[in-house]
């Protein structure tokens, strides 16, 4: 006979508790990669909305960006440590096959007394919305009360400073959020997706296999976009994502406190703006103007700057949406922290 398995026990409900950010130190303005490229201030601000972006120094890593931002997530939340149940570290730019950045980040952040369960999670821009989709069916299904999700990335070690189409977008920085558990719904269904026919659009040049043997031939990976095929998917796929993801969460765009789409372009969230028709009194995150496209990072880093200037507050209703290399997507709708 089959013995009786007792069932894991969730909660109801999960929502966001905390969110917490770390931006590097240093600012680089577009007038310090212009003449590289052959490029201007203008061309750069008007084509992408960015200004300025974050790029880390030496002591700035993967790991002590993410406990900064952790340990923010953790104080806004109200969480000690050791209630973490599980972290989960969404980044493209741990350059270490193994082990997981996760493990360390928890180690040494005490989460569940420096023993939680850890690990990364490989989805590039749609890093934090996966990573956010994870800890809420975690909490639901029982397996951690609360769940600690960072974004992270170290961007400028893998940009190719001459490249055109690339060296002025991306940036580093770390956001992270506590999820837990709720009375009411606070992570509505996510709506995600993968298209692995465009998997070469935006990748890495090199394979690390290439490097094997010290190969003086193959110049250290950077990461490639095909720009235009990239921003044709986004303004016309993801709009309709958000849509569907507000369907799902039974919510239209006149419910919407924030918009904090990840980070990608300016003109991209713009496009999807108007896709959305988006009620002009709904306030969009547009954190990429000082912060560059951070990856992972971004929706965490803009949720956490509109809580700060008041552009949005506690309690409020908004749409997150997280698209990338893969290509891969996921947008759901929030209560924000
Ligand atoms: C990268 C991006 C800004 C490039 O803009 P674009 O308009 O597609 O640029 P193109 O490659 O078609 O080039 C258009 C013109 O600008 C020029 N150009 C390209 N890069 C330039 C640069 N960095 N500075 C100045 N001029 C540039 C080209 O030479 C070309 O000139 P021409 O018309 O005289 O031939 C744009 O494709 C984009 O934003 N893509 C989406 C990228 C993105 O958001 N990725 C993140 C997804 S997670």
Excluded at 120 to 134: H, M, Q
Excluded at 217 to 234: I, N, S
Excluded at 324 to 332: D, E, H, N, P, R
Aim: charged share 20%.
């Amino acid at each position: 006979m089959t013995a009786p398995i007792r069932p894991p026990v969730g909660a109801a409900h999960a929502r966001i508790w905390g969110v917490g950010g770390y931006r590097p130190v240093r600012v680089v303005p577009n007038s310090e990669l212009v003449d590289r490229i052959d490029s201007s201030d203008e061309w750069i601000q008007s084509r992408s909305g960015i200004k300025t972006r974050r790029w880390a120094n030496d002591e700035e890593t993967v790991a002590e960006m993410s406990i900064a931002a952790a340990g923010k997530a953790l104080a806004h939340a109200g969480i000690a440590a050791d209630q973490i149940g599980c972290v989960i570290v969404s980044t493209v730019t741990h350059l270490k096959q193994t082990p997981s950045i996760a493990t360390e980040i928890a180690y040494k952040l005490g989460a569940g007394g420096g023993r939680a369960p850890a690990f990364d999670v490989s989805a590039a821009c749609a890093g934090f919305c996966y990573g956010l989709t994870l800890a809420s069916d975690m909490v639901r299904g029982g397996s951690a009360e609360y769940v600690l999700v960072i974004g992270v990335e170290r961007l400028s070690d893998l940009t190719n400073r001459d490249d055109r189409g690339t060296a002025f977008i991306f940036g580093d920085g770390a956001g992270a959020v506590v999820v837990g558990p709720s009375d009411t719904p606070g992570i509505g269904p996510v709506v995600w997706g993968s298209d692995g026919s465009k998997a070469d659009t935006i990748t890495q040049t090199e394979s690390w296999e290439a490097l094997r043997g010290g190969n003086a031939e193959v110049p250290f990976p950077t990461l490639r976009m095909e720009g235009q095929t990239v921003f044709r998917w986004a303004v016309w796929e993801m709009a309709k994502v958000c849509q569907q993801a507000l369907d799902a969460a039974g919510v239209t765009t006149e419910d919407l406190d924030a918009f904090i789409p990840h980070q990608a372009n300016m003109r991209i969230t713009d496009a999807m703006i108007k896709a959305l028709k988006l009620p002009a009194e709904v306030p969009v995150a547009r954190d990429i103007a000082e912060t560059g496209n951070t990856s992972a990072a971004s929706i965490p880093l803009a949720m956490e700057r509109m809580l700060e200037t008041g552009e949005a507050t506690s309690g409020g209703t908004a749409l997150v949406m997280g698209f990338g290399a893969g290509l891969v997507y996921a947008g759901q709708v929030i209560t924000l922290p």
